[in-house]
């Protein structure tokens, strides 16, 4: 099928393929599996209910001998703690054994004022999500959760903030020491997206906002049903391109109304190709980019 020789030792470092409220179109296992059958060289587990370090070592445990490296994360979710430092510090060493634990700590993806705000959410529900102050002095505990990700050499993600929180973010990781820097950006101003990049960040983009998928509502984090913003190639062509050398691509994908992780993954990839990208800057946004973040 075209476009899966673009996926040939690539990382789709964001699948949904973990337990969730809605449908998953495969299971962790089949997704590893999958993977492996086209050729991939990693997986990047991603969970908005629960640290998703243990599934990764499970799933490397059982098919580490297909040659897919598969790791997880914290996505600091009430439901898996919070935005605390107690829930992040065990995070980094949850799985069997040495090599296991979290290669990211994540703010929160959907629990985040900028998201909340985004659905439309009740004001009880806005004061207990996560947001940066207009200050943009990041609140604590996040400076000492970025020293943490700084100290074991692991990836800080923004989550699902907005462009200026991100940025402010990303100061603070900076001075924290923080190496590896992820942001969410398909949705940030081109000017936001420089500046992440200039402070040493990491945009990604994802299959997800392109979807079918963003039509309906889905329940992200709790029972209530929400759209996602989508957009076009179109629109996310240039954000990419503000990006530059710092862009990684991913599938999001694993809810039940999209093909499965991998077909997702290719059909991103023949959109950049058809956006005008070439195959190497799509290999540098499928596979160097996410090897050098995420140190595989």
Do not use: W
Not at 68 to 82: K, S
Not at 159 to 179: C, F, I, Q, S
Not at 243 to 270: K, N, T, W, Y
Request: net charge negative; hydrophobic share 45%; proline share 5%.
């Amino acid at each position: 099928m075209y476009g899966m020789q673009l996926l040939k030792g690539a990382v789709d470092c964001h699948v949904h393929s973990c337990p969730h409220l809605n449908g998953r179109s495969v299971s962790v296992l089949e997704s590893v599996r999958q993977a492996a059958a086209a050729g991939m060289r990693a997986v990047g587990l991603m969970d908005n209910f629960q640290n998703s370090s243990g599934y990764a070592a499970l799933a490397m445990a059982e098919l580490g001998q297909l040659g897919v490296a598969v790791f997880g994360g914290l996505i600091m979710q009430p439901t898996a703690g919070g935005v605390s430092y107690e829930a992040a510090r065990n995070a980094v060493d949850y799985g069997y054994g040495p090599g296991t634990g979290a290669r990211f700590i994540s703010l929160p993806t959907h629990h985040t004022r900028a998201v909340a705000l985004a659905e439309g959410r009740s004001p009880a529900f806005l004061e207990t999500t996560f947001s940066v102050p207009s200050s943009g002095k990041v609140p604590d505990p996040v400076p000492a959760i970025m020293a943490l990700c700084a100290e074991r050499d692991i990836v800080f993600d923004c989550g699902h903030v907005d462009g200026p929180e991100a940025v402010a973010l990303a100061e603070e990781a900076k001075r924290k020491g923080v190496t590896r820097l992820r942001t969410h950006a398909g949705a940030y101003a081109e000017d936001s997206i420089r500046e992440i990049v200039a402070l040493g960040g990491y945009c990604e983009f994802s299959f997800f906002q392109l979807s079918h998928a963003t039509q309906v509502g889905l329940t992200h984090v709790d029972r209530e049903k929400h759209k996602a913003a989508g957009m076009t190639i179109d629109d996310m062509a240039p954000r990419i391109r503000a990006a530059g050398d710092r862009a990684i691509v991913s599938g999001d994908a694993g809810v039940f109304l999209l093909a499965p992780p991998v077909e997702s993954f290719r059909q991103f990839m023949v959109l950049l190709e058809a956006a005008g990208f070439s195959e190497s800057d799509i290999r540098r946004m499928n596979t160097t980019n996410p090897v050098a973040l995420f140190g595989l």
